[in-house]
């Protein structure tokens, strides 16, 4: 082989171990986007609201934002970007409908200490549904709401703990399918530690569940959240012309119809 032919090969074999390397040691910075900033005060923008802490079984103490209703409580599990004050028009538009509604931050969000990973976002889910156990909030009163990878968080509660109803807003198959779509030049199969397996989760579970997407996801793609309602056996809302981060797959009245039919 000529010598430039081989030096080039070599190199582009070198920045290839090099872009994988760097991916596979700083995948969960990708993964996890929490805000920065400080969150306001749950009393100024959110009726009823109040912050509450409780701690995880690894020795977090956790901060979110908790209004009972006299309703269904819905347990509200985040995706993996921003962090609770992003969903308080959600959980106004639900107290206004008479729910209960908690808003958590996993570790690392909105100020919580801890770094985020798939295992500790289910001991952060756990110590929130523990939090509203104590607070007299009844299994067969609670709806787990879980959008985007907090789809996989919800449905991973469910298993352990069975709600009256599951809702999972935009659910990929698992992170692998989906990290597939967006960096296709990567190995994302072989590299990803955190796998969120959404639909393997969901299957099965025999919850009353809802899976609601928009048709024109440009980040989940909308044929996996179908795969997701067929696996788990659930009731399907498609919001025509909605895409991932749309206000009406926030707090709209398809979203907000399908956890009242919960």
Known sequence: MPRPLLLGLTSVVVVVVLVVGLAYLFQRRLIYLPSTGQVPDVANVIPGGHQVTYRTEDNLTLTGWYAPGPGTT??????????????????????????????????????????????????????????????????DRLVYFGESLGAAVAARLARA????????????????????????????????????????????????????????????????????????????????????????LLDGRELLDAVADL
Do not use: C, M, W
């Open 74 to 139: 819905v347990l509200v599990l985040p995706g993996n970007a921003g962090d609770r004050s992003a969903r308080i028009p959600l959980a106004v538009a639900l107290r206004a409908r008479g729910h209960g509604v908690l808003l958590v931050d996993y570790r690392g969000y909105g100020g919580n200490p801890g770094d985020p990973t798939e295992d500790g976002l289910a001991a952060d889910a756990k110590a929130a549904h523990n939090f509203l156990l104590r607070q007299g909030v009844t299994q």
């Open 161 to 248: 703990h069975p709600p009256r109803g599951l809702l999972l807003r935009s659910p990929f198959v698992d992170l692998p399918s989906v990290a597939a779509v967006h960096y296709p030049f990567l190995p994302v199969r072989a590299l990803l530690r955190d796998r969120f397996p959404v639909a393997e989760t969901a299957r099965g579970l025999g919850v009353p569940t809802t899976v609601v997407y928009g048709a024109e996801d440009e980040i989940v793609p909308p044929e996996q959240s179908a795969e997701v309602a067929v696996a788990a056996n659930a009731r399907t809302v498609i919001v025509e012309g909605a895409r991932h981060n749309d206000r009406v």
